[in-house]
């Protein structure tokens, strides 16, 4: 399926737990002040990629601890973020996933596709960044507003369980 993407990071340490394939898709409408990829807001720009081309890609890279979906924000492309991480669940790695909405946000209002695209994420970082509450003492976050949710078990109890490191 073709996407919009922004880039990819083949060996990130900073979007999750071991090393990570990021995929940094392309577009964003939360538009937070100090946001450090302020080029992947434009939803029309980036390069149009093919999620089979990613995951072909990552399956050459056997040390991966798995993906992190980035961006911009993968919830304004689910459907292929869902691809990507369905592929990447087969090869028996994680999927993490950065979004500005919240979890409560999805669940009330997402659409179809949002609500299918959280059922295929191990660990979901929610939360628009808050440039007030920048911290570098919060791990895989710009700002202790934001939550890093084990959304398995969030949905299993159907109450927020966030990950303990």
Not at 66 to 86: K, R
């Amino acid at each position: 399926m073709k996407f919009r993407l922004a880039g990819v990071n083949r060996q990130s340490v900073v979007d999750g737990t071991g090393i990570r394939y990021t995929v940094y898709m392309q577009g964003c409408k939360h538009k937070c002040l100090g946001c450090h990829n302020k080029g992947t807001h434009d939803m029309n720009g980036g390069t149009l990629t093919d999620t089979e081309d990613i995951i072909d890609d990552f399956k050459q890279h056997s040390y991966l601890t798995g993906i992190s979906l980035s961006g911009g924000d993968p919830f304004f492309q689910p459907e292929s973020a869902t691809i990507l991480a369905q592929e990447v669940h087969k090869l028996g790695k994680n999927v993490w996933c950065y979004t500005g909405y919240t979890l409560e946000e999805i669940l009330k209002d997402g659409t179809k596709a949002q609500k299918e695209l959280l059922k295929h994420i191990d660990v979901l970082v929610d939360g628009r960044y808050d440039i007030k509450l920048n911290s570098l003492s919060v791990p895989f976050r710009g700002s202790s507003n934001q939550r890093l949710i084990d959304v398995r078990e969030t949905l299993n109890q159907n109450k927020v369980v966030e990950v303990i490191l």
